[in-house]
């Protein structure tokens, strides 16, 4: 199976680059995996797509201001962080620009020495490993420094940051958002609620690699990155009850997908669970818990683009897209949203 498979000609002007005002009105493609069928809602529409007894997904996890800008301590050079993962205590992995110069020992000073962080080691793949030291509360101090770390291919200014946040964001740790949640208010939950949907949480913490690229030619050599997880005693319960009782359960983005299917065996039983998981699925996957999903369009050649072409197949996938480019539906991160039942 060939990267190039997973291609499409997506037009620079359909990559949405700030979010709607309203985040129930973006657009929805509905896309039946069984026969390939395509029909276009608004979001607030996915309520109709949702029966009595089904289960909603949702990932908690909410973006950190995981982005610094400071300066090298001897030279004044600058020098941009993106932490990706707290690896324990104060230490944490991080991408470092410009990474070549970043060496085991630098020291580097943010908000006039407020904060600094120490390299203390360099990963595999280029990451670098650093021990910050502060005074105070590390949350707060990165609050004040620290900026949203938007998606490369977003270039416009976030004027509200919760706009970059689920409104059900809860446990701190990402370095990206759960897109796909970003299109339900509290009233469109409530109204899913009232009709009998179920609603459960489960926690992924989005890392670097939703936005690299897959440079393999073979999509089998790809190595995933791994992201931490959890999912509570409460949560799996109410999956498994739901699946003995034959209804639905729907996934809230792949972020959502990706957790449940690395804690589910090969009978769709879901178990409590924490850790990390480099799961990847790409078409031949079969899936184990999750019967629906509900996702924003994704890059081309993408390890995204795999993962819902092997729920709904990657003919069906590819004419959904073309369909959604010459429709103009809005792409990527702020962009708008599919449901794949």
């Known amino acids: 199976m060939k990267t190039s498979d997973f291609y499409f000609d997506l037009p620079e002007e359909l990559i949405a680059q700030t979010p709607l005002k309203d985040r129930e ?12 069928d395509i029909q276009h809602k608004n979001f607030y529409d996915v309520i109709d797509y949702l029966n009595e ?17 400071g300066k090298r301590e001897n030279t004044g050079g600058k020098v941009e962080f993106l932490l990706l993962n707290n690896i324990e205590g104060d ?26 962080a120490e390299i203390i080691d360099i990963k595999e793949g280029g990451t670098r490993i650093v021990r910050f030291i502060y005074k ?8 004040k420094l620290g900026e949203m770390p938007l998606p490369p291919y977003i270039t416009e200014k976030l004027n509200d940051r919760e706009r970059y946040q689920t409104v059900y964001s809860k446990v701190e740790g990402s370095a990206a958002a759960p897109t796909a949640g970003l299109h339900f208010t509290e009233d469109l939950l409530a ?14 913490h989005v890392g670097l690699g939703t936005f690299r690229p897959v440079k393999v030619d073979d999509v089998e050599g790809h190595n995933m990155h791994s992201e931490f997880y959890e999912v509570s005693k409460e949560t799996s319960e109410l999956i498994n009850s739901v699946k003995e009782s034959g209804k639905k359960v729907i996934s809230v983005g792949t972020t959502s997908t990706r957790t449940l299917e690395s804690v589910s065996d090969d009978s769709g039983k879901v178990k409590e669970s924490k850790g990390w998981t480099d799961i990847f699925i790409y078409p031949g996957y079969k899936f184990k818990s999750i019967d629906g999903l509900i996702t924003n369009f994704h890059l081309p050649e993408s390890t995204l683009v795999m993962l819902v072409s092997a729920l709904a197949g990657k003919e069906n996938i590819l004419n959904a897209y073309e369909e959604a480019i010459k429709e103009k539906y809005r792409f990527f991160s702020f962009g708008d949203a599919m449901i794949i039942i």
């Open 25 to 36: 009105k973006s657009r929805l493609l509905v896309l039946d995996k069984n026969n390939g």
């Open 53 to 69: 007894g089904d289960l909603l997904v949702l990932n908690n996890t909410r973006v950190i201001p995981a982005r610094l800008l």
């Open 91 to 116: 230490n944490w992995e991080t991408l470092v620009k410009p990474g070549k110069k970043a060496k085991v020992g630098d020291i580097i000073e943010f908000g006039e020495g407020i904060l600094k």
């Open 136 to 143: 105070g509360i590390f949350n707060e101090i990165l609050d």
């Open 191 to 204: 109204k899913i609620k009232n009709k009998g949907v179920k609603i459960a949480y489960i926690t992924l």
